[in-house]
């Protein structure tokens, strides 16, 4: 062998030699590689300061084939330009940090047949070892269990309650959450702007939202479609504007109450004054629009451990496990209060 090959061989050290150097096991140098939470500080600084003394350089194709596990976690979502999908990933991607997994996420634009199943392809050609799907269109859930993989699946978009293999968070609740609130402050009829009929979540909300005045035999405002968009939520603002009935809006998301705020105040109509709003999602901004917005939060970093746990239990044997919903929270900001006539 060249000399070369040699100098090569020696700059690539094993994990034991780590281990060694760093007076801990081999087990531990892993723990600290894939930054798990369980390593004490002083014994990760430890190991890192080994790490770079010996230039040590993980090799996961070594340790795939040692294990036959890749240690690695696929995710598919939809439409991560919108914070619901874009804090899912992170919440995913936090949770498979602390259980020592990395995550390969593969975002689409565009849900189809054919973007899911290259996705999946994708995915699998990296040899995950479960997959989680973040999709909320209604015929995902079918198309996911049309493919019939052989990694365990995960769903934490558009589920219900018991659903095995399946974490969410409760948005029937959480438009309850929202339209009480304005219930209980004395509004009879609340309009509500809805999200694209096509993604189940928006449906729940409507469903939230439908059920709270059934709840108390009231008939519920008018309901005017929206698509998730501040623009959506403005056009929604000036229908909602001419109708002098309307005191409360409830908004499917924060960007769509956003835009119900502009054109609201454009026509000259306070809020909470003559009308209140509610907005979901608890973006950050949330608390910096004028008024700041009453809204719905949602415990994204709640949900990513459940999906991972689910994914871990599988791997372990366990058949189908089910978790139970998130529940959401209700933020009450100044965007709400009694109507005048109240």
Known sequence: MSASGSRSRERSPSMAKVAELAGVSHQTVSRVLNESPLVKEETRARVLDAIEQLGYRRNNAARM???????????????????GPSMIAVSVQEACHAAGYDLSLVGLSDFSAGSLRSAVDRL?????????????????????????????????QGVSEGEPMAAGIDQEAGARLATDHLLDLGHRHVAHVTGPADWVEAGQRRDGWRAAHEARSLL???????????????????????????????????????????????????VPGRVSVVGFDDIP????FWPGLTTVSQAFS???????DLALRTLDGEVAPVAALVAP????????????SA
């Open 65 to 83: 084939l040692a294990t036959n596990r890749s240690g690695r976690i696929g995710m598919i979502s939809a439409h991560l330009a919108l914070h």
């Open 124 to 156: 699998l050609d990296e040899a995950v070892e479960a997959l989680v799907v973040a999709v909320a269109h209604r015929d995902a859930t079918a198309l996911v269990t049309s493919l019939e993989l052989p990694v365990p699946v995960v769903l934490v």
């Open 220 to 270: 519920p405002g008018p309901e005017i479609a929206g698509d998730w968009s501040p623009r959506s939520g403005y056009e929604a603002g000036v229908l909602i504007a001419d109708d002098p009935d309307v005191t409360a809006v409830f908004a499917a998301n924060d960007g769509m109450a956003l835009g119900v705020l502009k054109a609201l105040h454009e026509r000259g109509l306070d």
């Open 285 to 288: 901004e949330a608390a910096y």
């Open 302 to 308: 709640v949900l990513g451990r459940r999906a991972v």
């Open 329 to 340: 929270q209700l933020v009450v900001r100044s965007s709400t209060a009694a109507p005048r």
